[in-house]
């Protein structure tokens, strides 16, 4: 299929329209219902569908209708998966001692990262061999097995006994959703008022803003970079080396937190240091860089840095509002989405109108600057609600 680039970042940042606009439906009912319903529906829903893209895509002929019809579904997938962190968030506040969570969590959210790595390689493999649509199909595939896994296991469990958990600090088990829900009820509304009134959730949501700026553009436009910039190149490489570094970087922010949580704000602000900052430095150094070897350092390295945020602000709604963690996380994860269209579709003008891939670093290096600036004055890890 022929595609300008401001039809493939169409395309592109179409999911993140759908993931957009589910981050607060899939919180609200999360902590309401319990995250591990959540979770299944959500997978179950972009698991069918990403298994039916390759079939959508040839529905019509002509190019304009081909466009629209993979940009509704795309959209469709992305407000299916929108479920999935908020839901997440929602489980392992409900269900970790909290001086696991970040740990935990960590564990849980890289294997995002796993995921691109998988289809970094694995994909690029079954894109040489089979073409476009054989990574749909295997994705999809995967993702039904994975929610029959978790038919089978986690929801009859979950119904069924309530996990016991260590609490350290004092010695004794308790059951989970006593320890950690003590004085809950489910009919509580989030004191939105009071957060909105609060420059530490402002800082939260600028600065998951500005990390995901920085990791959606370099997770939707990093192909192509390397293809224009160095044709020659193994596509394995440049899709899997990134990555590699980026999945122990998360867990280790996530036992870092864990570790230091006695000065809990100064922590997360530390290892958010780390992710912006980093960020922020390899994506202007890349801008500079005339090798292939050099530009896959600073990108592997750019990435690396985005993998501390997992311990930093994403962790940030189970501190400030631990009984509203999926709720809260929804409306911080809808601000984190926009760059995933904003952020993608411009990038994808910028390198039509301007041809230049500096331009492009160099932005999404000065707003990892600004999102770390306002965390670093207004953050908090302290309970606000």
Same mark, same amino acid.
Not at 63 to 79: H, N, P
Not at 357 to 381: D, Q, R
């Given at each position: 299929?022929?595609?300008?680039?401001?039809?493939? *970042?169409?395309?592109?940042? #179409? +999911?993140?329209?759908?993931?957009?606009? =589910?981050?607060?439906?899939? /919180?609200? &009912?999360?902590?309401?219902?319990?995250?591990?319903?959540?979770?299944?529906?959500?997978?179950?829903?972009?698991?069918?569908?990403?298994?039916?893209?390759?079939?959508?895509?040839?529905?019509?002929?002509?190019?304009?209708?081909?466009?629209?019809?993979?940009?509704?579904?795309?959209?469709?997938?992305?407000?299916?998966?929108?479920?999935?962190?908020?839901?997440?968030?929602?489980?392992?506040?409900?269900?970790? *001692?909290?001086?696991?969570? #970040? +740990?935990?969590?960590?564990?849980?959210? =890289?294997?995002?990262?796993? /995921?691109? &790595?998988?289809?970094g390689s694995v994909g690029s493999i079954f894109l040489e061999k089979f073409g476009?649509?054989?990574?749909?199909?295997?994705?999809?595939?995967?993702?039904?097995?994975?929610?029959?896994?978790?038919?089978?296991?986690?929801?009859?469990?979950?119904?069924?006994?309530?996990?016991?958990?260590?609490?350290k600090e004092i010695g004794q088990f308790t059951d989970v959703p006593d320890a950690?829900?003590?004085?809950?009820?489910?009919?509580?509304?989030?004191?939105?008022?009071?957060?909105?009134?609060?420059?530490?959730?402002?800082?939260? &949501?600028?600065?998951?803003?500005?990390?995901?700026?920085?990791?959606?553009?370099?997770?939707?436009?990093?192909?192509?970079?390397?293809?224009?910039?160095?044709?020659?190149?193994?596509?394995?490489?440049?899709?899997?080396?990134?990555?590699?570094?980026?999945?122990?970087?998360?867990?280790?922010?996530?036992?870092?937190?864990?570790?230091?949580?006695?000065?809990?704000?100064?922590?997360?602000?530390?290892?958010?240091?780390?992710?912006?900052?980093?960020?922020?430095?390899?994506?202007?150094?890349?801008?500079?860089?005339?090798?292939?070897?050099?530009?896959?350092?600073?990108?592997?390295?750019?990435?690396?840095?985005?993998?501390?945020?997992?311990?930093?602000?994403?962790?940030?709604?189970?501190?400030?509002?631990?009984?509203?963690?999926?709720?809260?996380?929804?409306?911080?994860?809808?601000?984190?989405?926009?760059p995933g269209f904003v952020g993608v579709y411009l990038t994808g003008y910028i390198?039509?109108?301007?041809?230049?891939?500096?331009?492009?670093?160099?932005?999404?290096?000065?707003?990892?600057?600004?999102?770390?600036?306002?965390?670093?004055?207004?953050?908090?890890?302290?309970?606000?609600?």
């Open positions: 299929m022929e595609w300008t680039k401001s039809d493939s *970042a169409t395309i592109l940042s #179409s +999911f993140f329209w759908g993931y957009t606009l =589910s981050q607060v439906l899939g /919180g609200y &009912l999360s902590d309401r219902i319990g995250g591990e319903t959540v979770l299944a529906v959500g997978a179950t829903g972009w698991g069918i569908l990403t298994l039916l893209t390759p079939k959508i895509a040839y529905l019509y002929d002509d190019k304009l209708s081909r466009l629209y019809t993979l940009v509704f579904f795309r959209v469709i997938i992305g407000a299916f998966q929108g479920l999935h962190m908020p839901s997440l968030t929602s489980l392992i506040s409900r269900k970790v *001692a909290e001086g696991e969570k #970040s +740990f935990a969590y960590s564990i849980a959210t =890289s294997g995002s990262h796993l /995921g691109t &790595l998988f289809c476009w649509e054989a990574p749909f199909y295997v994705v999809g595939v995967l993702t039904c097995c994975w929610v029959l896994l978790l038919r089978l296991h986690l929801l009859p469990k979950q119904r069924e006994v309530s996990r016991l958990i260590l609490i950690v829900h003590a004085n809950r009820n489910p009919k509580d509304g989030v004191p939105w008022m009071l957060l909105i009134k609060t420059p530490a959730f402002w800082s939260l &949501l600028i600065g998951h803003f500005c990390q995901n700026n920085a990791f959606f553009i370099l997770l939707s436009w990093l192909p192509t970079y390397f293809h224009e910039n160095f044709p020659h190149a193994k596509g394995w490489i440049f899709n899997v080396v990134p990555w590699l570094v980026t999945f122990p970087s998360a867990l280790l922010s996530g036992w870092l937190a864990d570790y230091m949580m006695a000065k809990a704000t100064a922590v997360r602000k530390i290892i958010e240091s780390v992710a912006l900052f980093g960020a922020a430095f390899f994506l202007f150094v890349i801008s500079y860089s005339q090798s292939f070897a050099g530009a896959l350092f600073c990108m592997a390295m750019a990435l690396c840095s985005c993998g501390f945020h997992h311990g930093g602000v994403m962790m940030n709604p189970q501190d400030i509002a631990p009984r509203f963690a999926g709720s809260v996380f929804g409306v911080m994860n809808m601000a984190g989405s926009v390198l039509e109108t301007t041809k230049s891939w500096s331009v492009v670093f160099n932005l999404t290096s000065a707003v990892c600057i600004f999102g770390i600036t306002v965390y670093l004055i207004f953050g908090t890890a302290r309970r606000l609600i």
